[in-house]
């Protein structure tokens, strides 16, 4: 299985961006798959997650700008952010978090200006 995350950008504050998670071979609907995010000097942070039938939850930070969703049939994964925050920048990472060891995709930057 791999993941590959897109979408990312500069943005101003309060604006909207949408990420993409591409998953390739494997059972995509099978499995529970997450964002998470980093800034440098600070651990990797949970953002948001999805199960196989699409049961969601979301970090405190996030919870009321974020959704996340995902198409099964596609093998797709989306995180979409609204009234971003300067706090918000970071890399942002597609996983499959209950894979032994957790598998990151390649992250993508989120930069939110003022």
């Known amino acids: 299985v791999q993941l590959q995350a897109s979408g990312g950008g500069l943005v101003q504050a309060g604006g909207s961006l949408r990420l993409s998670c591409a998953a390739s071979g494997g059972h995509f609907s099978s499995y529970t798959v997450a964002w998470y995010r980093q800034v440098p000097g600070k651990e990797r942070e949970f953002v948001a997650r999805i199960t196989g039938s699409g049961m969601t939850n979301y970090a405190d930070s996030v919870k009321g700008r974020f959704t996340i969703s995902r198409d099964n049939s596609k093998k797709m994964m989306y995180l979409q952010m609204d009234s971003l925050k300067l706090e918000d920048t970071g890399v942002y990472y597609c996983?499959?978090?209950?894979?032994?060891?957790?598998?990151y995709g390649q992250g993508t930057q989120v930069t939110v200006s003022s």
């Open positions: 996983t499959a978090p209950n894979f032994s060891p957790p598998l």
